[in-house]
């Protein structure tokens, strides 16, 4: 079994790279002889770059969108426009809740560029998650329904869904991420973990009954305080993880911290990044 996860796009970039960042995230997972894509970013920049990078995207098989952050999803109209295969879509099936954050008084809207009716109108072979664990692969589920176990992760205040008219705080329950079982254990790739990264690990090693070998992604740990931080890699050090390649949303201050704390087995995940696993 052979996997290779390309980082297509990310806030930051390598050294002398020639690609494109932007506030964003999209993976290319090629594992089971198919092609994934998880996430695309806010524009089509994450095309350019694998283009860049001499992928094809154009034979993707399943895309799955982490939840409904414009960040995350809004470069799903420019890959349709690319696609030529049938490939199939997996949201959760409360993805299109309307998405707002609260800055200085006013409501701003962070949801997706697209809706059901376009979806309905080009034809998309869509799956709405509600089930815990949904097969994607024989090797691959997309985990939802995330359990909030730990007291220290908080969702950001700020954030707010529109439901009838009515701004009510955003809990994101439309958050779901995608797990690969390797003969190492499990590899888990994550957006933005709003819900909290320790609450996501903990709900798929309960769930699939494995042990996490590294995760992949965003754990807004931005907007942490230092006591979350180190809470958060306290568990990271209990789950003896064998590589950590976060970056995104999680913030300088908890980045240097992991850098100090785990050595070789951190790295900032860029835009370009690719990892390789037999």
């Not at 399943?62 to 809004?74: K, L, P, T």
């Amino acid at each position: 079994m052979s996997i290779k996860i390309t980082t297509l796009i990310e806030d930051t970039l390598n050294k002398n790279s020639n690609l494109i960042s932007e506030h964003g995230l999209s993976f290319l997972i090629e594992c089971d002889n198919k092609k994934i894509l998880f996430d695309t970013s806010q524009s089509d920049n994450f095309i350019a770059n694998a283009k860049k990078l001499n992928i094809d995207l154009y034979d993707v098989d399943y895309v799955v969108i982490s939840h409904g952050h414009y960040d995350h999803a809004n470069g799903f109209k420019s890959f349709c426009d690319i696609s030529r295969k049938n490939f199939s879509l997996y949201i959760n099936h409360k993805f299109f809740d309307r998405k707002y954050s609260k800055k200085h008084g006013n409501f701003i809207y962070k949801g997706a560029n697209f809706d059901k009716q376009f979806l309905i109108d080009r034809k998309i072979n869509t799956f709405f998650v509600d089930k815990d664990i949904t097969n994607l692969t024989p090797k691959i589920n997309i985990i939802s329904n995330i359990k909030r176990t730990t007291y220290y992760e908080r969702i950001n205040s700020n954030f707010y869904i529109n439901i009838d008219n009515s701004y009510v705080k955003d809990c994101f329950d439309d958050e779901i991420v995608l797990t690969i079982d390797t003969p190492k254990g499990l590899i888990v790739l994550v957006g933005c973990s709003h819900i909290g990264i320790i609450n996501i690990l903990k709900t798929v090693e309960e769930r699939l009954h494995n042990k996490i070998y590294g995760i992949i992604g965003g754990t807004h740990l931005i907007e942490a305080d230092e006591s979350r931080i180190d809470l958060t890699l306290n568990e990271f050090k209990k789950m003896d993880l064998k590589f950590i390649g976060i970056s995104h949303c999680t913030g300088a201050k908890a980045l240097e911290k992991l850098e100090n704390n785990f050595g070789d087995i951190y790295f900032n995940n860029n835009a370009g990044n690719i990892i390789n696993i037999l």
